[in-house]
């Protein structure tokens, strides 16, 4: 069993053994096999839920929301539209140069100053490729750092007095700051000439500047901060584990690209996904009454034996997996909302780490502590310390 799924058992306590589809005595059910999870995920009677939504809702009231946050055909045809952006033709053709010439400024920091946090290496990347899928091209200072502020506190909708007033505060102080220095630079660059990107989309749709700042907010966190926690959690398994890690910088790309999904699948950075169903919805032989609130454990669900065999909590790439398993199990999700920057997440990793791992005299000098933020079922890796001769 890995560290930060150890860890995560701690903090959220083991799922009850049986029934892959219960009832927990909080009133939430619960999904922990493969088959059922993707099962649940593309059912159409279920609507988002977990995120901080409900936080989201109160202070976006009168918006339209981010995608993130609908259901349903407006969802649905929103993905339809914008999934160019994504495509693996588009990333290798648009955004491979850019990833790899920020992998290797990255890597020029680490040789000069001789050893630094990885996380502050690998967000530096991810939020310069993000940016320039979303738009965010004409910011002014360092917008890592004010999404880092922003994002250090997820709204809680059941938040009240003061600590509701604080997070209030928060959120109209940080991401005043991300409005004022990077989505209107880029707003009012478009409007004057506008370009293939998602910024320029939400323009044409008609979006006012506050949609567009939520939707623009809503992928950083989704191509920003999730990537820098995985880029962090395969480096960190790389150096514990040499013969990976000789694998890893001996394989081709396909290769590469095996070892990180089945680091994936052992280490989702989000391990629950949550819904709650709009109508009665029979999954796994159960049928979950209308109105309820789901868990969908990505975590459990990509260990399940069923789907991925023998030793599921071991890191073995190109393991034989049952049909329809995806590489990394359900860790980018499923159905409607699954994430549409999957193939920008591995291809983004693995040319930073490719180019990390290729540095002379590479070393972990200090392993990262575990963080758990249970209001986004995600981990944070902390103080992962790196140096070169």
Not at 87 to 111: F, I, W
Not at 162 to 187: K, N
Not at 352 to 367: I, N, P
Request: net charge negative; glycine share 8%.
């Amino acid at each position: 069993m890995t560290t930060v799924e150890s860890q995560r058992k701690v903090d959220r306590g083991e799922l009850a053994p049986g029934c892959p589809v219960h009832r927990g005595s909080d009133d939430v059910w619960r999904i922990q096999d493969y088959a059922t999870a993707r099962e649940f995920l593309r059912h159409t009677e279920t609507r988002q839920a977990g995120f901080g939504i409900e936080g989201v809702k109160r202070f976006a009231k009168g918006m339209r929301l981010a995608v993130l946050y609908r259901d349903g055909p407006e969802h649905r045809e929103h993905r339809r539209q914008t999934a160019k952006y994504f495509t693996p033709k588009r990333v290798d053709s648009a955004y491979r140069g850019l990833m790899e010439r920020l992998a290797d400024e990255q890597c020029a920091v680490l040789r000069s100053a001789g050893t630094a946090n990885l996380s502050d290496l690998s967000f530096q990347l991810a939020v310069a490729v993000a940016a320039e899928v979303v738009g965010l091209t004409e910011s002014r200072g360092s917008t890592a750092k004010r999404l880092d502020r922003f994002f250090a506190l997820v709204p809680d909708g059941d938040a009240k007095g003061l600590s509701a007033l604080y997070q209030g505060l928060h959120q109209l102080y940080t991401m005043g700051a991300v409005y004022w220095r990077d989505v209107r630079p880029a707003v009012n660059a478009r409007r004057k000439q506008g370009r293939d990107d998602l910024i320029s989309h939400l323009i044409d749709e008609g979006c006012n500047r506050k949609e567009i700042l939520g939707e623009c907010v809503t992928f950083a966190a989704a191509g920003m901060i999730t990537t820098r926690e995985f880029i962090s959690v395969a480096a960190w398994h790389l150096f514990a584990d040499e013969e990976l890690r000789t694998r890893y910088r001996s394989g081709d790309e396909k290769a590469r690209f095996g070892v990180l999904h089945e680091i994936l699948r052992l280490e989702p950075v989000v391990a629950d996904l949550m819904r709650w169903t709009t109508a009665d919805v029979e999954v796994g032989g159960v049928t979950i009454p209308e109105g309820v609130l789901v868990d969908v454990g990505v975590a459990a669900a990509n260990a399940d034996p069923a789907a991925v065999g023998d030793d599921p909590q071991l890191v073995c790439p190109a393991r034989p997996l049952a049909d329809g398993v995806a590489d990394s199990g359900l860790s980018f999700g499923d159905g409607a909302h699954r994430c549409p920057g999957a193939y920008i997440a591995i291809q983004e990793t693995d040319i930073f780490l490719t180019r990390l791992f290729a540095m002379e005299g590479l070393r972990m000098v200090h392993e990262p502590k575990v963080r758990i933020r249970p209001e986004i079922a995600a981990y944070e890796l902390v103080g992962l310390i790196v140096a070169v001769e």
